[in-house]
């Protein structure tokens, strides 16, 4: 009988995540798992993120689905919840925006008519947050950024792909982490 070990959530900034378009199968059986590798080489399967939830709307038509907008410093995640995420919908429905919320999700990607890949997550878990909580996650966040950047030298199979799809720019990357953790120093 096999094991099943749940993946590690990644810790993504949204700039970096809607850059995100490569998606592939670890495998070729029905349950093999969906990944989405990021330019700075994050194989993800399900992600980490803390921010402000600044908007959020019932768009469902039969029941309950519901849009949010997360905000980073970097920049913005979309959440989507509904029926099959009922304790991530509950939260959205009851909580006030500003808020902070931590999430856990699963990364989805769509693609538009004209090509462009959309970026969202849906969540598996929300929890209401305090500002310490997410001024952490954003310094945890910016130090596993920079530390992917500098394996970018690596061979591992995920970091070449990674490379060859987007032609990672290091300096690009690094200075969004680097403006995260300034954007802590300003906020005090």
């Avoid at 094991?3 to 850059?19: K, P, S």
Wanted: glycine content about 6%; overall charge negative.
């Amino acid at each position: 009988m096999a094991v099943y070990i749940r993946e590690v959530a990644q810790r993504i900034f949204a700039q970096e995540f809607r850059e995100s378009d490569l998606s592939f199968k670890d495998g070729d059986d029905v349950y093999s798992p969906h990944y989405l590798l990021t330019p700075t080489g994050a194989k993800v399967n399900r992600i980490f993120i803390v921010g402000t939830l600044i908007e959020k709307e019932d768009i469902g038509t039969d029941s309950e689905y519901w849009k949010g907008r997360v905000s980073d410093p970097t920049g913005s995640f979309f959440i989507y919840a509904g029926q099959y995420q009922p304790e991530a919908a509950q939260v959205l429905a009851e909580c006030e925006t500003p808020a902070f919320v931590a999430i856990v999700g699963k990364p989805s990607t769509y693609t538009t008519a004209d090509g462009s890949v959309l970026t969202s997550v849906r969540p598996e878990s929300i929890h209401i947050v305090d500002g310490e909580t997410r001024d952490i996650w954003v310094a945890d966040t910016a130090e596993r950024t920079l530390d992917r950047i500098s394996a970018l030298d690596d061979e591992d199979s995920n970091v070449v792909k990674a490379k060859e799809h987007y032609g990672t720019d290091r300096a690009y990357y690094s200075s969004m982490a680097l403006d995260a953790l300034r954007s802590l120093k300003d906020e005090i």
